[in-house]
């Protein structure tokens, strides 16, 4: 008897807002950037056990496990965002452990911006928005996980 393959269950973000997604990508980049210029320098290996670090060790963890899979979304929302759209309904696939990884994210970005809040680096704490924004994703996901129905972007696109 043939194996069958896992059933891969989806998250939907309705009216996803691809402008403020295009802002929260840039902004990641930047300081994933700085975060991993700082970690090569000598002077400041003590940012890779505090939060600059772990944020850089995630990202490269999700790269590794999710890129592919991430590069297909982000495809998707670069396509509707280059045709004119302000939102779309972004389908994701939800993985096992998404919770724990989702929350691993946010704590580390919450300590990230703290740092930058001090001065410690030279990119400035996320803005409010892009909180709210990050904020929403992580619930929605989590609560999808969990079997709740989507609920749209509540915010500016």
Do not use: K
């Amino acid at each position: 008897m043939a194996e069958s393959s896992p059933v891969m269950r989806s998250a939907v973000l309705r009216d996803y807002p691809l402008r403020l997604w295009a802002e929260q990508n840039e902004y990641l980049e930047s300081l994933l950037r700085e975060l991993h210029l700082l970690l090569l320098s000598s002077q400041r290996h003590d940012l890779q056990s505090a939060a600059p670090g772990r944020l850089v060790e995630l990202a490269d963890v999700l790269q590794h496990r999710l890129g592919r899979l991430l590069q297909t979304v982000d495809d998707d929302r670069q396509a509707a965002l280059d045709a004119g759209r302000e939102r779309m309904d972004s389908v994701l696939p939800l993985s096992d452990g998404l919770p724990g990884v989702l929350d691993e994210v946010r704590l580390v970005l919450e300590e990230t911006d703290e740092f930058c809040r001090h001065g410690d680096l030279l990119s400035l704490p996320r803005p409010p928005l892009l909180i709210a924004f990050a904020t929403w994703e992580g619930t929605e996901l989590i609560a999808q996980s969990d079997g709740a129905e989507p609920t749209p972007w509540p915010g500016p696109f």
